[in-house]
Structure formats: C-alpha cells, structure tokens
C-alpha cells in the first residue's frame, strides 16, 4: 500500500498546510502550474514527487517536468498532465493517450476546481485536485490524499482552506 498527495496549481505558492497534510504520505503528484522549483523542492524534503508542467511553468521546470506522465503504482496505471479536460470534456491528446493506454486513474489540473468522477465510459477514475495555491478565482484552496493498496483506491481525504 501506498499514500499519495495530489495537487495542483500552486502557482509558486505552497502553504504549510498542504505540506503538513502530505506529511504521512510516500509520494507527491503535482498535477502542473508550479509556478516555482522552491515547490517541487519543499515537496521533495517530505516524499518522491512525480510533477507535470502547467501552461504558466517556464523552461527550468519544463526541462525536468514533462506534459505527461504515465507511470504504474502498486497495480494502478496513472496518466497525469496538466490540461487534460475531464469525463465526457477530454483534450484531444489526454482522450488519445486514455484511449491507448488504458490508465486506471487520470489525473488533471488547470480548472482550479475540485473533482473526483469515475469515468465509466473509459473505466477510469478521474481527479482533479483544485488548486493548491492562493492566485486564481477559487475561494478554497484544496489538495487530495489517498491511498493505493493493490489496484484499489482507499481513504480518499480532502484538504480545504480559505487562500
């Protein structure tokens, strides 16, 4: 079993809150608009961090950070990218690569709004953990945690505060 924290849209603003929240977990995903490499590297001093670049991210973290992930965690194949639309609304490379590849969880940022929806279309949960960070329209900063024991997806928490 592992414990993930999945966020997203810091915009170089990472509160105490979100790090304290991911203290229990093994890995951190951050679904892109880092903002800044001081996030990626506050995150790393609490667990691996695996992190797509966002639409506002320049070049140093696009250098390190690709558009897409794919990657498999316990019996969980997991697509991540930053713009990838959500169930039945997918963004042409996001449905190409589900279609494909045949993720188990799909994971993306961008709308600063709050999702978790199983795609039954797909076969695929989808998340979108909001926004983590202070800049955007969102009232409430929000960050997810969750574990992935086998190919099962358990103790779904979600962090909110006001930005």
Known sequence: MIKVGILSDTH??????????????????????????????????VAHVRAVYGNIDGAQIRSYCPEFQLFTVEKVKVLMTHIGGYPKKYQKEALRLIKSE?????????????????????NVLHINPGAAGKFGFHQVSTA????????????????????
């Not at 045949?102 to 199983?118: A, C, D």
């Not at 997810?144 to 930005?163: A, V, Y």
């Open 12 to 45: 170089s603003d990472l509160s105490p809150k979100v790090l304290e929240f991911f203290a229990s977990c093994n890995e951190i995903w951050h679904a892109g608009d880092i903002g800044a490499e001081s996030v990626i590297q506050q995150l790393s001093k």
């Open 102 to 122: 045949k993720p188990n969880l799909f994971i993306s940022g961008h709308s600063h709004i709050l999702k978790v929806v199983f795609d039954h279309d797909f």
């Open 144 to 163: 997810i945690r969750m574990d992935i024991d086998g190919s099962d997806f358990k103790n779904l928490e979600i962090l909110e505060f006001q930005k």
